[in-house]
């Protein structure tokens, strides 16, 4: 379709959406629809615009199947996630009690726990990154637990038992002794 005519009325709803809106697309797509209707061919609206001949085709196609509402974006592809409000209301009670409340023998979740936990709940499981994504998301921080026995051991079995490993490590063992 090369020549395009728009009526007084389309002209008018489509200057009223351009000026009306904040999204810079559907301003841009607009705009394609009303360069279009003066005759501007498609190289000199993309270039003007800035944006493929593809993009002028595209438009100009939905404005033409769907109207003004053709113009606004479509929604991203790509599947709705898995992890669904139930499940985030989970995650979260999850977080704010600790473990040993739950009936668990550790103080402090880990990934690999709460995955385990919230599968057990609610049958949903995700790999460790990405329940550290949705963690985030839910505005949770967490560090990789640290295990440490400082505190827990008994330090003086501890020191005898360090000095015993330093005595070995600087005895020659037998077959060093062979060789020379």
Known sequence: ????????????????????????????????ILMSGVGRSKP???????CSIGTVDNIRHRYRLRGLAGLEPRKPPGRTSRATPAYRAALRSALQTPPQELGYGFSVWSLARLNAHL???????????QLGRIVHQEGFSFQRPKHAMKGKRNE???QKAAVELRALKK??????????
């Open 44 to 50: 000199s609206i993309a270039n003007d615009l800035g």
């Open 1 to 32: 379709m090369s020549a395009w005519k728009l009526s007084n009325e389309e002209w008018d709803a489509l200057d009223k959406l351009r000026f009306g809106t904040g999204d810079a697309a559907v301003f841009r797509n607009a705009t394609i």
């Open 156 to 158: 003086a079995a501890y």
């Open 119 to 129: 599968h057990r709940r609610t049958g949903i499981n995700f790999s460790d990154d």
């Open 171 to 180: 005895k020659p063992s037998a077959t060093t002794r062979t060789r020379l």
